[in-house]
């Protein structure tokens, strides 16, 4: 059994950075495309980033410009760098995944971690 673990979450002052981490749990696990979702209390879960096998990324309009999704390949584990952060960026943050391992390859959610941007 596969997981996402996801690390990095916590509070910060608006126009703080913080920089969230997401590696799969087992060591012959490799992280193929990823993404990054948030879900605000009493919204909907949105996307945020995602990035493809060969390191193409995608960011949406929202954090267009403040955040960044990159992966390293060694260590598969893909992160967000958040800079700027603004109240509205309070969010439970998720990652989503394709995990390959030995004969299989399969798509996961991580348990979400917490990012509260407050003054």
């Known amino acids: 059994q596969v997981q996402l673990v996801e690390s990095g979450g916590g509070l910060v002052q608006p126009g703080g950075s913080l920089t969230l981490s997401c590696a799969a749990s087992?060591?012959?696990?490799?992280?193929?495309?990823a993404g990054w979702y948030r879900q605000a209390p009493g919204k909907q879960r949105e996307w945020v980033a995602d990035i493809a096998s060969e390191g193409r990324t995608r960011v949406s309009d929202s954090v267009q410009g403040r955040f960044t999704i990159s992966r390293d390949n060694a260590k598969s584990t893909v992160y967000l760098r958040m800079n700027s952060l603004k109240l509205e960026d309070t969010a439970v943050y998720y990652c989503?995944?394709?995990?390959?391992?030995?004969?299989?390859?399969?798509?996961?959610w991580g348990q979400g971690i917490q990012v509260t941007v407050s003054s």
């Open positions: 989503n995944a394709v995990v390959v391992h030995p004969g299989s390859r399969v798509g996961y």
């Open positions: 087992r060591s012959d696990s490799v992280i193929d495309a």
